[in-house]
């Protein structure tokens, strides 16, 4: 089966400045994740979708940072504006069902983002 | 806020030796997960084992879980170049919410 897809791979920009992330889980996972992933660090929760309803967005700095998943499916990540703080992977992963902790995630290969 | 703390947080072995991390927690769990995640990539689902369980086994990969310690360990065998990589271990914060640990990061020397 194809795994789940990110774009763009890769992204520098300067502070202040906006950017997007997306990302398209495998086919069929209910539940969507967005993690921030700082050098040297785990992953951090951003974000959880359960379909298209959010499960838990308790760590996501939602003065600058915002996330939707279309339809339940693709979903996008944004930051605006851009703090030097924000440099890090931000990795995307799905999973079949609903409890996290009783499924497997499956990652993305990451977005890495460096600003400047 | 982190669940799962590794340790060590760095270690380096010649190839064919066996690497030990553990991973140790604060509050109960009902399972826990570990991956690996080599350089550049995504993370990669290894083992998840219920807190009823002890031991569990997939290929060179030994897990325990002692619940009366909070704490897990990874077991890799036989090691090899491509075991090269960072190993976090994921502890549950409630039925749906994964937290994960800032990861051991294992080199393995030809």
């Known amino acids: 089966e194809a795994g789940v897809a990110q774009s763009p791979r890769y992204k520098i920009i300067e502070k202040r400045q906006s950017v997007a992330f997306w990302c398209n889980p495998i086919?069929?996972?209910?539940?969507l994740y967005w993690y921030q992933q700082i050098l040297g660090q785990g992953p951090k929760l951003l974000i959880q979708?359960?379909?298209?309803?959010?499960?838990?967005d308790s760590q996501l700095p939602k003065d600058r940072f915002s996330a939707e998943r279309l339809k339940g499916v693709d979903s996008t990540l944004k930051i605006q504006p851009a703090k030097l703080e924000d440099s890090a992977v931000y990795l995307c992963a799905s999973s079949k069902g609903v409890r996290a902790t009783n499924e497997k995630l499956f990652f993305g290969s990451g977005t890495q983002l460096s600003v400047l | 806020s982190q669940q799962g703390e590794e340790d060590p947080q760095a270690l380096s072995i010649q190839e064919g030796e066996n690497a030990t991390m553990n991973c140790s927690y604060k509050?109960?769990?009902?399972?826990l997960q570990w991956y690996r995640q080599n350089s550049g990539r995504g993370l990669v689902h290894l083992i998840l084992?219920?807190?009823?369980?002890r031991e569990k086994h997939s290929g060179r990969l030994r897990v325990t879980l002692d619940t009366s310690k909070k704490s897990s360990s990874l077991l890799i065998t036989a090691s090899r170049a491509a075991d090269t990589a960072s190993y976090f271990c994921a502890t549950d914060r409630d039925d749906y919410k994964l937290s994960f640990g800032a990861g051991t990061t294992v080199t393995v020397r030809a």
């Open positions: 979708f359960q379909n298209n309803g959010v499960v838990d």
């Open positions: 509050t109960s769990i009902n399972n």
């Open positions: 086919s069929g996972h209910a539940t």
């Open positions: 084992i219920r807190s009823n369980e």
